[in-house]
């Protein structure tokens, strides 16, 4: 690999065939030796590709990932050319950039990869027979699935070396590290034993409550006596938040307000049963009163922002590992967790590393969202819940909710205040600046968002069209936290260094919120804390991928479903980790969130490689830690701007 670093100023020459000048607007500036052009880039890695050991891989090579781009999808250039568009629509937009989700992509589940699949009664060793008999659709000749079952993808199991027992048995992609004669699965007693002792992820599914959600027998007496209050005396909600300088601070909670509010009924015990640990207290039944609540305390703390589809566990375990403070589930849609989706609540487990975290909740109406808050209160372990009003995808805003309830004052108003009434935990909300690019409307919400209950706001410096071009506005941030205070507001944008994050802390935020600079560099909560730029090798950020499966493995499970699956969220990370420019290769520190990087031959192959922003070579990434890719794979990431050429 090291080859490399020789070779990359023979490649370019330094006479300006890359195309790129390094003051060119909008491109990072890279150090000329580095820089090269597209053709001579993909030559390299192809030519360094059928060359490079295969030390690094435990099995297949990197040719297999050719399919990986249907030509039809191919995302058009920045020069404006389209490449394969055979799509009217796509034909008629090249003047256009590539933004916005790529909705025509592949959509291959990982079950696809997996047909042949064994009965859970074979894989559980349970005793009893199967409960379907001959109806069942699964295989139950474990000699039949073996013989159809593709090759190990490694000799190690991690959920064995982890856990002392792999419960995956015969379907592990890694059977041959626990499986003994005939095919029984191997136990490991004393690691079994330790982490029997060691805290579970939480706030799992229970499938007796998943039932009644899918019946509509969970009751929800709190949420519709405090909806009900709310709907009574509208006006009386629009104007019992206004609070003079003569009547007390404005930030205090006013606990006699709230309470009327609430009804004569506010002290009843909440509904459905109460566990407890030892001798029943009033603590257990008697509901706080808002004054009393849990205070949430994370002034100049680092916040891992909720991101949807690549802030999953696994992911949050990385950036815990490097320094973040506090994490947030992915956005869960409330009507989906209150149907009892599997894979809704998914989003909801928490690690035993994640000592402050919240889930963050989407919806478009007081009703569902206040059942959902009442719903969660009684059943996960969170520190915080936090309401989404800043995602601006048309999915969401087109059913009035995210960005759009910020025009939506009166159901806002009833949203907030609802949750805020039945949680026992601090309510918290994420905006934006407003909808239209040039009508603000953050600085006029804050003061009431503080009067209806929310603890903290966190607020991303753009509007909803401009979702993520131009610069984020952190001066009209300073504004919005004068106008916040006493209530702590949390900034979020364009933060991809220490000197980013210094520059934000002097706005006067609470706090700063990190988002895309944690996919491009999650170690970068280690590099505002100890105030240094860290130029991490290619080796080092293959270590840290490595994990991340470790991790996936873990958590989607170690069968061809949960490898697929790693797989999938580790490529759609890899779309964003590939613009990261080390830092030894930059000529002005830092990189800028905003700077494209430049075609670049790095200090070795790996380091060339993981700049590729071709799918293909992602795909060849996840191939040295998770094996060769099944036949037909096809990946194309979330987001259009991830792919370009």
């Not at 009965?119 to 073996?146: M, N, T, W």
């Not at 136990?187 to 899918?214: G, I, M």
């Not at 979020?492 to 802390?505: T, W």
């Not at 380091?607 to 096809?634: C, H, K, N, Y």
């Amino acid at each position: 690999m090291a080859e490399g670093v020789a070779e990359a100023p023979a490649a370019t020459g330094g006479d300006g065939d890359s195309g790129v000048s390094t003051s060119e607007r909008g491109v990072a500036p890279i150090k000329p030796q580095f820089l090269t052009t597209k053709e001579q880039f993909h030559g390299f890695l192809e030519a360094r590709g059928r060359e490079a050991p295969r030390g690094e891989a435990e099995a297949g090579g990197p040719d297999s990932s050719d399919v990986a781009q249907p030509e039809a999808k191919r995302i058009r250039r920045e020069d404006g050319e389209t490449e394969g568009a055979s799509e009217p629509g796509e034909l008629l937009h090249t003047h256009k950039k590539a933004r916005g989700q790529n909705r025509g992509r592949p959509h291959v589940k990982s079950t696809h990869y997996d047909k042949d699949r064994l009965c859970p009664s074979l894989i559980q060793e349970s005793p009893a027979k199967c409960f379907f008999g001959d109806r069942c659709r699964f295989l139950h000749d474990v000699g039949l699935y073996l013989a159809s079952k593709p090759a190990d993808l490694g000799p190690r199991c991690v959920l064995f070396e982890t856990f002392g027992r792999c419960p995956y048995g015969v379907t592990c992609r890694f059977a041959g590290a626990h499986l003994g004669p005939e095919g029984k699965n191997l136990v490991q007693e004393d690691l079994v034993a330790h982490q029997a002792q060691l805290p579970p992820v939480r706030n799992s599914l229970d499938k007796a409550l998943q039932q009644q959600l899918r019946k509509r027998q969970v009751p929800f007496k709190r949420a519709e006596q405090v909806l009900r209050a709310l709907s009574q005396a509208p006006a009386r909600a629009a104007t019992g938040s206004e609070i003079t300088a003569s009547q007390g601070h404005p930030g205090q909670n006013h606990c006699d307000h709230q309470l009327d509010l609430e009804g004569e009924e506010s002290s009843t015990p909440p509904c459905g049963p109460v566990q407890t640990c030892g001798p029943l207290t009033d603590e257990d039944v008697v509901r706080l009163r808002p004054c009393e609540k849990k205070r949430l305390d994370i002034s100049g703390k680092l916040y891992l922002a909720p991101l949807t589809t690549c802030g999953n566990l696994p992911f949050r375990r990385i950036c815990k590992r490097f320094g973040a403070d506090v994490t947030c589930g992915e956005m869960a849609v409330c009507t989906n967790l209150l149907q009892g989706q599997t894979s809704e609540w998914a989003l909801l487990k928490r690690h035993p590393c994640e000592d402050i975290f919240g889930v963050q909740l989407e919806g478009a109406f007081p009703d569902t969202m206040t059942k959902c808050a009442e719903l969660l209160n009684r059943t996960v372990e969170v520190d915080f819940v936090d309401v989404n009003v800043g995602c601006p995808i048309d999915l969401v805003y087109k059913k009035g909710g995210g960005c759009a309830l910020m025009n939506r004052p009166a159901k806002f108003q009833q949203i907030v205040r609802g949750m805020s009434q039945v949680l026992d935990m601090p309510l918290t909300v994420k905006i934006r600046t407003g909808v239209q690019e040039r009508v603000n409307l953050a600085h006029r919400l804050l003061p009431e968002l503080r009067d209806w209950g929310a603890a903290l706001v966190t607020l991303h410096g753009r509007s909803r069209e401009q979702r993520y071009t131009k610069l984020a506005d952190w001066q009209y941030i300073q504004q919005c936290a004068a106008a916040a205070s006493p209530m702590p507001l949390f900034g979020n944008g364009d933060i991809l260094s220490y000197e980013d994050a210094n520059h934000a802390k002097q706005t006067g935020v609470a706090g700063i919120m990190i988002a895309r600079g944690a996919l491009l560099k999650p170690w970068l909560f280690t590099e505002i804390k100890e105030q240094r730029h860290w130029d991490i090798s290619s080796s080092e950020r293959l270590d840290i991928l490595r994990d991340f499966t470790h991790y996936g493995l873990e958590h989607w499970g170690s069968d061809t479903q949960g490898v697929e699956k790693t797989r999938r969220f580790l490529l759609e990370w890899l779309s964003f980790l590939c613009r990261y420019i080390p830092v030894g290769l930059l000529e002005r520190l830092p990189q800028r969130i905003n700077e494209r990087p430049p075609y670049y031959l790095g200090r070795d192959y790996l380091e060339t490689l993981m700049a590729s922003q071709q799918a293909a070579d992602w795909i060849r990434i996840s191939e040295m830690l998770l094996g060769p890719v099944p036949p037909g794979f096809l990946f194309l990431p979330k987001h259009k701007a991830n792919a370009y050429k």
